[in-house]
């Protein structure tokens, strides 16, 4: 399971070597809007999260971006992201040519040199 928003919270603050007290007063709340939030008893607005990220400069994606990123960018069901990733780079070669001949084979044209010989005659 991946961390969640009061952790992440928590370690973007402990990141700028804030106290809770410290990071309320650069956000403009108190002492205890922090540790509501780092209990999970509440969370920030959007608005909130993104003056923590600029205060704090914490980098740490927010939880469940990279997930829904990955989810919402990867088009294939049972093939995974991960072990496709892992490959080296004869091995993700040696898959690409094997997609592309295939959906050469089943009339599928999903080669990014149409899209690059359309954009140059355009």
Known sequence: MGM???QWIRDARKHAKLSQEKLGEELGLTKS?????EA?????????????????KYEE???GLKAAAKASSWPFEDVSLEKVE???????IQLEAALLLSAGNLGLDISNKS???????A
Request: charged residues 25%; positive net charge.
């Open 40 to 56: 999970g008893k509440h969370e920030p607005s959007f608005g909130q999260l993104v003056r923590i990220v600029a205060v704090t």
């Open 115 to 121: 899209q690059e010989a359309k954009a140059t005659a």
């Open 86 to 92: 892992s490959l080296s780079d004869r091995q993700r």
């Open 61 to 63: 994606p927010l939880p």
């Open 4 to 6: 969640e928003l009061k």
């Open 33 to 37: 809007n922090i540790s509501h939030w």
